[in-house]
């Protein structure tokens, strides 16, 4: 079983910057397709982020430039840094891991922008 706790969330000024990590165990973090989704208020979940065991990454159209995701196998931690946040980018941000028919998530991290 897979655990995935996420940290970094807060609250931060439009322009500004974040960045959340995701803590895993109880698995082989390396052989994990690792991804981050957000679900804003009243909205449906959506994909962020992903990136594979090779290090192989893609983006939400609405983050590409501002977003980065990374993972460190040696520490079992995913991370997205977020530049250049607009408000729209407030939202619940969830971590995911999945290998074959598998997924796990974590139980999310609140980040608001706001002036």
């Known amino acids: 079983q897979v655990q995935l706790v996420e940290s970094g969330g807060g609250l931060v000024q439009p322009g500004g910057s974040l960045k959340l990590a995701c803590a895993a165990s109880?698995?082989?973090?390396?052989?994990?397709?690792m991804a981050w989704y957000r679900q804003a208020p009243g909205k449906q979940r959506e994909l962020v982020a992903t990136i594979a065991t090779d290090g192989i990454t893609n983006y939400a159209d609405s983050v590409k430039g501002r977003f980065t995701i990374s993972r460190n196998n040696t520490e079992n931690t995913v991370y997205l840094l977020m530049n250049s946040l607009i408000p729209e980018d407030t939202a619940a941000y969830y971590c995911?891991?999945?290998?074959?028919?598998?997924?796990?998530w974590g139980q999310g991290a609140q980040v608001t922008v706001s002036s």
């Open positions: 109880g698995g082989t973090f390396s052989s994990y397709l």
């Open positions: 995911n891991a999945r290998i074959y028919r598998s997924s796990y």
